[in-house]
């Protein structure tokens, strides 16, 4: 056990496992809604994210080109690629309910059911990605777009447009640029989100259907329009959250979301299911102790200090950290 | 009449909860569905509401045929119900609460609106000391009268009630009832679904008995409360 890296790299661990932790916390919010008003593990949700990591990827080198961007044109770039991010996520998103939910919902079909299909859904959309090559190749296009289809199976890099740079320093440790970009969106994007949950109409109407669906629509409320806005939301979340993972991460892969969606998972479980500042607790939390752990332990014991974390929180509150479900979070 | 209702039948998989019940609610009264638990009383209501899908029969509220319409659709053309158990949504403080009765309506910041919370403040003054409260740390009896003034908040022109008075203390029970008939002669038509007979038929100006999903008596309120048979078997022989 290397407790001397740990230490001497202490706060330079914590703000990258920040950094992951914020991505994982963004992505734990679409599973924590679409849960809190359907009892239901939307496992398809990891492409969701995945699909925002490749509308960023191609957004940024359709704009970057060959030339070399700076100042206000970087920002412009950024602005489009988490722009495009949350248009792809939020469009899968709302196929998915539309597609693999609604019909089984309708039917009044057992979760497990609704479970087998987003299993399904997921490879699915993972696949297609997988094989885009081919399928631009369907359509004649596989020569055109050569830059975005290309290379299917193995991992695709983007232009770096944020620089890598040392934005400050805690003592003797580099604070980077991109973790802090990372860290205050992804908390930016908390707040609002929660806030839109608490005050506005639409947020009533989901906070009410996740506590009791049956009354809520004694009171008018419309739950197809609810669970619609709940994968939306969800969906844009994803979309924030792979625009940021791809600022950090910069390379992309039709199976990307895999890991991503398990950890993400793993930190709305750990922080509550059902709850969303939950998420938020889960994922910066589990960020952080998963990078002091790979820093103690090796970079391959990262997953295993994940999961061990995840058993070890839940053998002590079966209910996660702060347990309360979406219905029950108080104004 | 305001809701007709004709040979309606609902189904629970194969067991049949409601079987060909006919009944008519006039606008402006107190109508009342009383009888036995598992009668199908709160299925009815359910199924007025549009929660449960209708095997058979049609249901018209003001002439129009509203069989198929989503529940959203008929709180907006002024079907408001208080659900069984309270239903109250525990998380929310009691204006949270109030302003989930108002869901449909889009005058939130209207005179007209803190008028109605104002109304609602008038019969439930307790509701007014307890607006920040969350409602799920409320006691029972305050919870019903949430639930009820909830259901205000619609400016419903017609009032479901499903079992009002359900697990509350004798003086309560009186206050309730009391605060229904003040509901209805200000002008909401109110139907009332109760175990509490003799207090049900005392307010009511029709009433039915549901047995076993079916309608197997109708009269004036006055006239069931009167009769033996009826006594016997729903108001333990003395009213």
């Known amino acids: 056990m290397n407790f001397s890296f740990l230490f001497n790299n202490f706060a330079e661990l914590t703000v990258t496992g920040l950094a992951f932790g914020a991505v994982y916390a963004l992505i734990a919010l679409g599973y924590t809604m679409v849960y809190g008003v359907l009892q239901l593990i939307n496992f398809a949700h990891s492409e969701v994210f995945m699909y925002g990591t490749f509308a960023t990827l191609w957004m940024t080198i359709t704009l970057v080109g060959s030339g070399n961007p700076g100042g206000l044109q970087t920002f412009g770039i950024m602005a489009a690629a988490l722009l495009a991010a949350m248009v792809v996520s939020g469009a899968i998103a709302l196929m998915l309910e539309k597609f693999a939910y609604r019909p089984l919902i309708k039917r009044n079909a057992p979760r497990l059911i609704a479970l087998i299909s987003a299993i399904g859904a997921s490879f699915v959309l993972a696949e297609l990605m997988g094989v885009r090559d081919d399928v631009a190749g369907w359509f004649g296009l596989r020569e055109t777009l050569d830059d975005y289809v290309g290379g299917a199976r193995v991992n695709q890099s983007m232009p770096n447009i944020v620089q890598n740079r040392t934005l400050f320093a805690i003592g003797e440790y580099n604070i980077r640029m991109v973790d802090v970009i990372v860290i205050l969106s992804a908390i930016l994007m908390m707040v609002g989100l929660d806030q839109f949950v608490r005050r506005s109409k639409t947020g009533r109407g989901i906070r009410a259907t996740a506590q009791d669906p049956e009354t809520a629509a004694l009171m008018g409320v419309n739950s197809t329009r609810v669970i619609q806005m709940t994968f939306l939301l969800g969906g844009l979340m994803a979309g924030v959250a792979a625009f940021l993972y791809m600022l950090k991460i910069e390379t992309t892969k039709f199976d990307v979301g895999f890991l991503l969606g398990i950890k993400a998972f793993t930190a709305a479980v750990l922080g509550g299911i059902g709850n969303l500042r939950g998420a938020l607790v889960g994922g910066l939390v589990l960020g952080v102790v998963e990078n002091w752990g790979s820093a103690l332990f090796g970079g391959e014991w990262r997953h295993v200090v994940a999961f061990v974390l995840l058993v070890v929180i839940l053998l002590f509150r079966p209910t996660g950290i702060l347990g309360e479900s979406l219905g029950k979070a108080r104004t | ?239």
């Open chain 2, 1 to 239: 009449m305001l809701l007709e209702v004709e040979g309606l039948c609902v189904n629970y998989g194969h067991i049949e909860a409601i079987r060909d019940i006919s009944f008519g609610v006039e606008e402006g009264t107190i109508a009342t569905l009383i009888g036995a638990n598992g009668a199908g009383k709160t299925t009815t209501l359910k199924t007025l509401s549009g929660l449960r899908k209708v095997r058979a029969g049609t249901v018209k509220f003001e002439g129009k045929d509203i069989t198929a319409l989503p529940p959203y659709e008929r709180v907006k053309l002024g079907i408001s119900q208080s659900p069984e158990g309270r239903g109250i949504f525990p998380g929310m403080t009691v204006t949270e609460n109030l302003d989930m009765g108002a869901y449909v309506r889009t005058d939130r910041k209207s005179a007209a609106y803190r008028e109605d919370v104002e109304r609602v403040f008038t019969l439930f003054p307790r509701m007014e000391e307890r607006r920040t409260q969350v409602a799920g740390t409320m006691s029972g009896g305050e919870q019903q009268m949430l639930a009820i003034g909830r259901a205000l908040m619609a400016r419903p022109r017609l009032l479901l009630l499903d079992e009002p008075s359900m697990g509350l203390a004798p003086m309560l029970i009186q206050q309730i009832f009391g605060i229904i008939t003040e509901i209805n002669q200000q002008g909401t038509t109110v139907l009332l679904v109760e175990q509490n007979a003799a207090q049900a038929l005392k307010r009511a100006h029709t009433a039915h008995i549901l047995e076993t999903g079916e309608i197997v008596r109708s009269g004036t309120g006055a006239e069931l409360a009167g009769d033996d048979s009826v006594k016997a078997a729903y108001l333990g022989g003395d009213v």
